[in-house]
């Protein structure tokens, strides 16, 4: 594969995080290696890109079969200048040249010290993009572990760059309390708790690397290609003051790590459906790059989710159960007599209007929506649930909003709609009962126009 000259200097994938310099050996999966000399860096957004110096004096042959032979390279190892030994995975090969080659990696791990597995851990330390809170530290307790969130350097300029360029940037640290046998449980703890601050904050809350420590002395860090969303000023959550930010983590979080197992489907190993993947689609609705239909369509889609997980988990999607229910064939039998004379019917579409018998069975989506809001205790507003079922229609058949409708004046009163209708059932789910933004209130989504959850919920 050749190309012209590419440095990872020269994309624009925002501030680098980290960067390593080195020399190391460049592996395929056929036992091949080859020294290189190298500079890996991560940058805000999460992308790792390495980019390697070939020392071996084959070099031009092997760039020429380049892509064939990184179609199986795994790993780069080394060490960094600062005689640290590095490993790098998952090298994707992105562009060569004359003697340079540049790749995408997975993760990079660091070693600060030869003999970690000797070494007493005591803390972890994750460097979080993002998120956005009010005062310069918070302390929780979550699933018995104490957890500290602290502001990054020049945390408010931060923000206010963030905001107003709409970029992505490392603007907290997340520390946690840990030994050598409760590091992998804490990844998956702070992979949740990021996903339970991107439902109060509005953005991608995500972390880029964490670094392992026995007190203050740093023993190993890992950096991993991060999948991050450029900051929407959208929060569900009021943050003006971290008051309801520390009661919704304080009090909540346990919610929470219910419905996350609670709110989902499996297929064996393979997760189907899940409240995760809800929010994901909920937070990514709110983008301003996106066409506003196609942000309605996400509200819709996240909506959906939660609506097959609970006709799912509660049987709730037949009306008559599938045994009883058994009548294809009789109604197969019925159409045959009443349209085998007629010639422009054919036995193809007798057995095709047969098959949709069962269509016929299911539940409405607005009698879902009911039932789910009786299943969380919401008061049911049927002009609201019959509003959401025709917007979402229209979306869904059509690609645009309501232009008749006697509710809304505009297609932006409509998204909001939407926000305001969705979010407040991911608020229940995770028995919130605290204040919360209803951006139906004011168009600007102020911090300001914010009600009590009570106010949805049935006495």
């Known amino acids: 594969m050749g190309g012209d000259d590419m440095s990872i200097n020269d994309c624009d994938y925002g501030k680098i995080t980290k960067k390593f310099k080195g020399e190391g050996i460049l592996k395929n999966s056929s036992g091949e290696n080859f020294k290189c000399s190298f500079v890996a860096q991560q940058f805000s ?11 071996e004096s084959n070099g031009a042959a092997f760039f020429k079969e380049a892509f064939i032979f990184f179609s199986g390279i795994d790993i780069l190892e080394g060490k960094t200048n600062s005689q640290n030994k590095i490993i790098i995975n998952g090298l994707s ?3 060569s040249s004359s003697q340079k080659i540049t790749f995408r990696a997975k993760n990079i791990k660091v070693y600060y010290t030869k003999n970690i597995d000797k070494a007493d ?3 972890l ?20 572990k104490k957890i500290y969130l602290k502001p ?8 206010r760059k963030i905001k107003n360029i709409r970029s992505i940037d490392l603007t907290c640290y997340v520390e946690a309390d840990v030994n050598k046998n409760s590091i992998e449980k804490t990844n998956d703890l702070i992979k949740k708790l990021c996903i339970f601050l991107t439902l109060a904050n509005g953005n991608y809350v995500n972390y880029l690397f964490y670094e392992i420590y026995q007190e203050d002395t740093k023993l190993k860090a890992v950096y991993r290609n991060a999948n991050t969303k450029q900051f929407i000023n959208l929060n569900l959550i009021p943050k003006k003051e971290n008051t309801y930010i520390e009661d919704y983590i304080n009090n909540k979080f346990s919610y929470f790590l219910d419905a996350l197992r609670n709110w989902k489907i499996n297929a064996g190993q393979e997760t189907l459906l899940s409240l995760r993947n ?9 983008t301003s790059q996106d066409f506003l239909e196609a942000r309605g369509l996400k509200l819709a889609t996240a909506f959906e989710i939660i609506r097959d997980i609970y006709a799912k988990k509660y049987d709730k999607e037949n009306i008559i159960s599938e045994n009883e229910f058994a009548i294809q064939s009789e109604f197969h039998e019925l159409l045959n007599e009443k349209f085998r004379k007629e010639d422009n019917v054919t036995e193809r579409d007798i057995n095709r209007i047969a098959c949709n018998i069962d269509c016929t069975n299911r539940y409405s989506f607005y009698t879902i929506i009911r039932n789910i809001y009786q299943e969380l205790g919401m008061k049911f507003d049927e002009n609201k649930a019959r509003s959401f079922v025709d917007i979402r229609n229209k979306l869904v058949h059509e690609g645009s909003y309501l232009s008749d409708s006697t509710n809304f004046e505009t297609s932006f009163e409509q998204y909001s709609f939407m926000l305001t209708f969705v979010g407040e059932v991911f608020l229940t789910i995770i028995n919130y009962r605290g204040k919360y933004i209803d951006p139906q209130k004011y168009p600007g989504f102020e911090e300001d126009v914010s009600v009590q959850i009570n106010e949805i919920l049935e006495s």
Request: net charge negative; charged share 25%.
């Open 121 to 123: 851990i005591s803390k």
């Open 125 to 144: 330390k994750y460097g979080i993009v993002n998120f956005e809170f009010s005062r310069s530290e918070m302390v929780f307790e979550i699933c018995d």
């Open 45 to 55: 957004n999460g992308n790792i890109f390495v980019e390697c110096d070939i020392k």
């Open 152 to 159: 990054a350097q020049k945390y408010q300029s931060l923000i």
């Open 93 to 95: 090969l992105l562009n």
């Open 278 to 286: 809800a929010i994901l689609l909920f937070t990514d609705a709110k």
